[in-house]
Nanobody
Framework: QVQLVESGGGLVQAGDSLRLSCAAS??????MGWFRQAPGKEREFVAA????????VYGDSVKGRFTISRDNAKNTVYLRMNSLKPEDTALYYC???????????????WGQGTQVTVSS
């Protein structure tokens, strides 16, 4: 059974940092991505990484602040989030797919999400 389990979310203040983790089990994905969704908004691409880690892509709103990485020995992907802003508040989802895509529909496997709330 394939599972993606996110962790690391929480309530922080603006300017703080957080690191999200997503542990995959049941298979290894060539690409893993992070998306987020705030209430009343569409799911937004955050970042994605390929198997070697040599190809990373970021959404415009997080470039320069967030860093995606992965540890293949642990089958885990991370999202380091620095300089957090209130507009980063959302439910953050991990996704597994066959390539580094920015559209949610290109990912076939999803976790349940972890909440990140940034207070001003």
């Amino acid at each position: 059974q394939v599972q993606l389990v996110e962790s690391g979310g929480g309530l922080v203040q603006a300017g703080d940092s957080l690191r999200l983790s997503c542990a995959a089990s049941g298979r290894t994905f060539y690409a893993m991505g992070w998306f987020r969704q705030a209430p009343g908004k569409e799911r937004e691409f955050v970042a994605a990484i390929n198997l070697s880690g040599g190809n990373t892509v970021y959404g415009d709103s997080v470039k320069g602040r967030f860093t995606i990485s992965r540890d293949n020995a642990k089958n885990t992907v991370y999202l380091r989030m620095n300089s957090l802003k209130p507009e980063d508040t959302a439910l953050y989802y991990c996704a597994g797919g066959s390539n580094v895509y920015v559209r949610p529909y290109n990912y076939g496997y999803w976790g349940q999400g972890t909440q990140v709330t940034v207070s001003s």
